[in-house]
């Protein structure tokens, strides 16, 4: 049986890379099980540097393990195409750059108990509570930025998970005035918002990288939460 499969994988007609489901992390199995997909395979031109699959996250650890690809549910990820193919028409030289995608219930339990100082409902502005389910968990929902080609993130005036009031949309012309944001700031956030809203998303009030393709209510009720 092992001569045979090993026979078939030589004689692949296929010249690309031959990638056997073994290979892939069981957490990718699982996504692709319950119907999502890889973006870089809707849209080969999106960048993607999964934070949590790094140290270089607000909690300081590798939350994703294996998990290093950006999955979403079907409708999300064509939306994600949709903007991407925007963004390149207005801007030739830049590039949506993915933050977040697809999260397992389990990597949200982790950044929920990653904030034990803040008291629950402040928290629930930054990470949503894993008993509810985030829209991140349905994947539903998209942590983003623009870059250039090269994956130099343009300056949004924070970083990625920056918790706190220079990171709200809903605060940007106070904070222009103030002087602690600059315009050059809002314009890149605006060429981002531009291009996820005309192809269907929605942003959120405290996190300028967070987009919705569903609301979590249209989300619970048409998918299943990646565990
Ligand atoms: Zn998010």
């Known amino acids: 049986m092992r001569f045979f499969t090993l026979l078939l994988i030589t004689l692949s007609p296929f010249s690309g890379p031959i ?6 992390p069981k ?7 319950q119907g999502l997909v890889d973006v870089h395979k809707v849209d080969p031109t999106i960048l993607v540097d999964l934070k949590y699959s790094t140290t270089d996250n607000f909690v300081g650890k590798d939350v994703y393990g294996d998990l290093t690809r950006a999955y979403l549910q079907p409708m999300a990820a064509k939306k994600l195409a949709k903007a991407s193919k925007y963004l390149q028409v207005h801007h030739p030289n830049l590039r949506l750059l993915v ?3 697809a ?5 949200q339990w982790n950044l929920w108990n990653a904030l034990p100082n803040l008291p629950e409902n402040e928290r629930q502005k930054y990470v949503a509570d894993p008993r509810k389910g985030s829209i991140h968990n349905y994947g539903c929902a998209v942590d983003l930025t623009v870059a250039t080609k090269d994956a130099e993130p343009l300056d949004m005036g924070t970083k990625y998970d920056f918790f706190g009031e220079l990171a709200y949309p809903s605060r940007e012309e106070k904070l222009l005035k103030s002087g602690k944001l600059t315009q050059q700031q809002l314009d890149n956030r605006q060429i981002l918002r531009t291009a996820m809203r005309q192809a269907g998303f929605s942003a959120i009030e405290f996190e300028w990288w967070h987009f919705n393709a569903l609301s979590r209510e249209k989300a619970k009720m048409a998918f299943r939460i990646v565990d």
């Open 103 to 107: 999260r397992p219930r389990s990597a």
């Open 99 to 101: 933050y977040d995608a």
């Open 27 to 33: 957490v990718e199995q699982a996504m692709i099980k």
């Open 19 to 24: 990638s056997p489901s073994f290979a892939q």
